[in-house]
T-cell receptor
Framework: RKEVEQDPGPFNVPEGATVAFNCTYS??????FFWYRQDCRKEPKLLMS???SGNEDGRFTAQLNRASQYISLLIRDSKLSDSATYLC???????????FGAGTTVTVRA | DVKVTQSSRYLVKRTGEKVFLECVQD?????MFWYRQDPGLGLRLIYF???????EKGDIPEGYSVSREKKERFSLILESASTNQTSMYLC?????????????FGPGTRLLVL
C-alpha cells in the first residue's frame, strides 16, 4: 500500500465553482499534514498545513479525519489561477522525511 | 525569501556518463533533500542530508550518491547514467528545527538520458 494516495483527477470545473478532493495516508500515527501546490512545469510550493481542527486560508479549507485517515482540500469560488496540481504531503513516520502523493490535477475553465 | 537554485534546468546525457546535479540554498537551512518526480508516481526521496557531511538514504537511492561538503550546497551524482534515470530532479531544503517544517524547492532539473 502506498503511504499517501490521491485521486489523480483531473477535476475540470467552471470559474466560481467549489471543488473538493481527498487523500488517504497509511500510518495512523502520522502527525503532520500539508497541501502543496505545483503549477505546470514549476516546483511544488506549500499551500497550507492541515491542523487537527481543520483550517481555512481564504478560499481554501483543509480538513483532517484521523479516524478514516484522510485529509481533504476544498476550494471555494474557483479562479482560473487555481488551475494546478495539488500534492497531499504527510510526515508519515514523524521524522524529517515527507511522503508525497502523486497529486490531484484541477483545471478551472472560464 | 528562501531561494533554492539548481545548476541546470535541462540536461541531456548519454548512457554511462557521470552526471552531477548541484543545489544551493541561501537561507542557512540544516536539511537538504533530493527527489525525483515521475508522472503518476509523485515525488520520491532519493537522499537527504541533515548536516554537513551527513547523508541518509531515502526510498530510491540505488544508482545515486550525494555529497554535502558545505552547508549551503548539496550535490546529487549519477555514477553511470541509465535511461531509467530520465526524470525531473527536485532539490529542497528545510530549516531543521522540527518535523513539521516547510520544504522549499528549487526549480528542478529535467534530465534526459539517451
Amino acid at each position: 500500500r502506498k503511504e499517501v494516495e490521491q485521486d489523480p483527477g483531473p477535476f475540470n470545473v467552471p470559474e466560481g465553482a467549489t471543488v473538493a478532493f481527498n487523500c488517504t495516508y497509511s500510518n495512523s500515527a502520522s502527525q503532520s499534514f500539508f497541501w502543496y501546490r505545483q503549477d505546470c512545469r514549476k516546483e511544488p510550493k506549500l499551500l497550507m498545513s492541515v491542523y487537527s481542527s481543520g483550517n481555512e486560508d481564504g478560499r481554501f479549507t483543509a480538513q483532517l479525519n484521523r479516524a478514516s485517515q484522510y485529509i481533504s482540500l476544498l476550494i471555494r469560488d474557483s479562479k482560473l489561477s487555481d488551475s494546478a496540481t495539488y500534492l497531499c504531503v504527510v510526515n508519515v513516520f514523524n521524522d524529517y522525511k515527507l511522503s508525497f502523493g502523486a497529486g490531484t490535477t484541477v483545471t478551472v475553465r472560464a | 525569501d528562501v531561494k533554492v537554485t539548481q545548476s541546470s534546468r535541462y540536461l541531456v546525457k548519454r548512457t554511462g556518463e557521470k552526471v552531477f546535479l548541484e543545489c544551493v540554498q541561501d537561507m542557512d537551512h540544516e536539511n537538504m533533500f533530493w527527489y525525483r518526480q515521475d508522472p503518476g508516481l509523485g515525488l520520491r526521496l532519493i537522499y537527504f542530508s541533515y548536516d554537513v557531511k551527513m547523508k541518509e538514504k531515502g526510498d530510491i537511492p540505488e544508482g545515486y550518491s550525494v555529497s554535502r561538503e558545505k552547508k549551503e550546497r548539496f550535490s546529487l551524482i549519477l555514477e553511470s547514467a541509465s535511461t531509467n534515470q530520465t526524470s525531473m530532479y527536485l532539490c529542497a531544503s528545510s530549516l531543521g528545527q522540527g518535523t513539521s517544517e516547510t520544504q522549499y524547492f528549487g526549480p528542478g532539473t529535467r534530465l534526459l538520458v539517451l
